[in-house]
């Protein structure tokens, strides 16, 4: 069975199971055709990553900077209260 066959074997099913938005969207989707999907991260430099594993490696990076300068105003913000008290 073609992709074109599969394709309209749901459609009727959602048309069946009245189940009208999944259909519209099958649909709207179905009319917009396959388009390809890019993902780019930027690094430190502004440089465009799109490797999937340079992307991954970015975004641990970014989370862990993130949370270790949070972490690190946790602790100042707990020392600071105990000196207070």
Not at 3 to 16: A, P, R, S, V
Not at 42 to 57: A, F, T, V
Request: hydrophobic share 40%; charged share 25%; proline share 1%.
């Amino acid at each position: 069975m073609n992709i074109l066959k599969l394709i309209l074997i749901n459609f009727k099913l959602t048309l069946i199971q009245k189940n009208i938005r999944p259909l519209c969207r099958g649909i709207i989707g179905f009319k917009k055709g396959c388009q390809l999907r890019t993902n780019a991260v930027k690094d430190e430099k502004d440089d465009l990553l799109s490797d999937s594993n340079h992307i991954l490696l970015r975004w641990r990076n970014h989370f862990s900077q993130l949370l270790n300068y949070f972490g690190l105003m946790m602790i100042a913000r707990q020392k600071y209260m105990q000196k207070s008290h």
